[in-house]
Nanobody
Framework: VQLQASGGGLVQAGDSLRLSCASSAHTFEQYTMAWFRQAPGKEREFVALVSWTSSSTYYADSVKGRFAITRDNSENKVYLQLNSLTPEDTAVYYC??????????????????WGQGTLVTVSS
């Protein structure tokens, strides 16, 4: 499985971005997809997830109300809409596929396929 993330860039505080992630998985519709991020000098952290049918979403407290995760199973894509960005959101953002089908997962260790990351830089 290959995941290709895109959409990052340099923006100002308060701006918005939309990240995209395309998957090569033949069974994409069976897996929870998530976004994680890693800021310089920090550990990778969970941002948001969407279940395989889009019936459930879950967000880190730090992004709740500002970010929105969606997926399109017909196109094997997952998206992350980032609104009201702050400098604290600066990080490399990674999309990931859960290791087990039809399972909700939050921990880094519960995801076994990762995209290459896309850099989001928010200036003040």
């Amino acid at each position: 499985v290959q995941l290709q993330a895109s959409g990052g860039g340099l923006v100002q505080a308060g701006d918005s971005l939309r990240l995209s992630c395309a998957s090569s998985a033949h069974t994409f519709e069976q897996y929870t997809m998530a976004w994680f991020r890693q800021a310089p000098g920090k550990e990778r952290e969970f941002v948001a997830l969407v279940s395989w049918t889009s019936s459930s979403t879950y967000y880190a407290d730090s992004v709740k109300g500002r970010f929105a995760i969606t997926r399109d199973n017909s196109e094997n894509k997952v998206y992350l809409q980032l609104n009201s960005l702050t400098p604290e959101d600066t990080a490399v953002y990674y999309c990931a596929q859960a290791s087990s089908p039809q399972t909700i997962a939050i921990g880094v260790s519960q995801y076994n396929y990762w995209g290459q990351g896309t850099l989001v830089t928010v200036s003040s």
